[in-house]
């Protein structure tokens, strides 16, 4: 699903919104969780999942065009842990078109 095909859902499913603040909307949601992140907090949306950091250690690893050993430094990547409804969700969809 892209943006725009979430803010025309949003747009179907409440009434009331013109286009341009469903998107103000949509945008402004994202930007929370992505500033959150970048703060180090956790993002919690019950019922959905968590979002939060994971630290990754400093390895070493392999450039694939030279073969060569490269240090791969220390850094933080986004991470997202489902929630028991919506992994559940997904089972029972996923289990019925089989």
């Not at 943006?3 to 998107?23: C, W």
């Not at 103000?24 to 949306?45: C, F, Q, S």
């Amino acid at each position: 699903m892209t943006r725009s095909e979430l803010m025309r859902l949003v747009s179907e499913k409440v009434p009331g919104f013109t286009k341009r603040e469903i998107e103000n909307i949509v945008k402004e949601i994202l930007e929370g969780i992505k500033e959150a992140l970048a703060m180090g907090e956790k993002v919690e949306i019950r019922g959905f999942g968590n979002f939060k950091l994971r630290h990754r250690r400093e390895r070493r690893g392999r450039n694939p065009k030279t073969g060569d050993t490269v240090n791969v430094p220390v850094k933080k990547v986004p991470f997202f842990k489902v929630g028991k409804e919506f992994r559940e969700m997904v089972n029972r969809k996923s289990s019925a078109g089989d």
